[in-house]
C-alpha cells in the first residue's frame, strides 16, 4: 500500500473524520471500532480520493494521541512565557525549548507551529488522556522523593480520604500486595511522614495555583479568584484552566464560569 502524504488537509480531514466517530459512539476504549475504522476509511476516500488501510489510519490515529498529548503537557508549562499568535504557540528562546524537548517528547514540532484541528483532537482524546501536572507551573515542587503521594495529590478537597490528618494518632492499615496474600498495616510513624510529605505538597500546589489565577487578573477580592478556589480542588479543572494560552483568556474563563453558578 503506498505512502500516505499526512499533508494539512489530508491530516485535517482525518481528524474531522476521527471525531465524528467518536461523536458517534464508535470509541468504545482508546481506539474506534471496526466500524469506526470502515467510516473512516470511507469518509476519507470520498474527500481525498485516497484508500488508506485500517493499519494506516489506526497508526495516524496513535501518531495524533501522541501530538494531542504532547500538546498538553506543553501548555501546563506555559505559565510566565510568551505567545505567538501567528503561529499559535508558546514564544521562547532556544534554552527554553531545549529543556521543554528534554522533559517532553515529541514537542519540538510545536516550537515552529502550535496543534492543528485542536478541537476535533480533543473530542477524540481528551477523555482517555492523562497529561499530569507535572510542569505545569516553574515554581512547582520536586516529587521525585515522596513515597506515594504524587498519585494522590490530584485533589485539593480536604475530605479525599487518601490524605491522612497529621494529628492522627490511631494505627491504620493500608493494604499491600504480599505473596502470602495477607493484609498488612505500616506503622504509624510511617503513616504520618505520608501524610506529611502528600500535605506539603498540596498546600504547595494551591499556593503556585493561585498565584496564577492572580497573574491573569484575578485579584484576592474579584468574583474570578473565588470562583478558582471553589474550581481548583479539583484536578480535571486545574489542568484545563493551565491549558488557556494567555491570562486574558483564562481570566475570561473564570469570569464565565462564576456566572454560570451564580448569575442566574
Known sequence: MPEIDWNSENTRVLCMLFAEQVGKGNRPNTHLNALGYAEVEKG???RTGIVATKVQIKNKWDKLKED?????KLMLRQTGTGWDPIK??????DEWWKKARADIPGCGKFKKKGLENEDDLAKCFADITTIGIDHWSPHVVNVENVDETQEEATNFDPQDDDVIP???EEDIGISLPPASGKRLARPVE???????SGNALLIQEAVNMMEVVIACGAGYDSNGHYIATEL???????????????????FT??????NDKYDK
Do not use: H
Request: glycine share 2%.
Open 44 to 46: 476519507f476516500k470520498e
Open 68 to 72: 494531542f498529548k504532547a500538546w498538553k
Open 88 to 93: 499559535k504557540t508558546i514564544a521562547m528562546d
Open 166 to 168: 497529621e494529628t492522627q
Open 190 to 196: 510511617k503513616s504520618g511522614k505520608k501524610a506529611k
Open 232 to 250: 481548583f480542588v479539583k484536578k480535571e479543572q486545574r489542568e484545563m484552566f493551565m491549558t488557556l494560552p494567555t491570562n486574558e483568556i483564562r
Open 253 to 258: 474563563w473564570l469570569r464565565r464560569k462564576y
